[in-house]
């Protein structure tokens, strides 16, 4: 569970806080993958998609 603490009074910059945690922890992309069934086999395609998504992008980054 994330906690933000409230500090004199500042509600708005705590949930500024509390939304940065929450979206840090990976929750809303956690929630938007449990919305619906996924097939193992589209799941599968998906994260070797994304493997090789994230190998180009440390490549691009290795160049410079």
């Keep these: 569970m994330t906690h933000v603490d409230v500090k004199d009074g500042n509600v708005e910059g705590a949930l500024k806080r509390f939304k940065m945690k929450v979206q840090r922890s ?10 619906e ?3 193992p086999g589209i799941v599968r395609r998906e994260a070797k998609k994304e493997a090789i998504r994230n190998a180009k992008k440390h490549n691009r980054q290795r160049n410079y």
């Design 26 to 35: 990976g929750v809303p992309t956690e929630m938007k993958k449990r919305r």
């Design 37 to 39: 069934y996924s097939k």
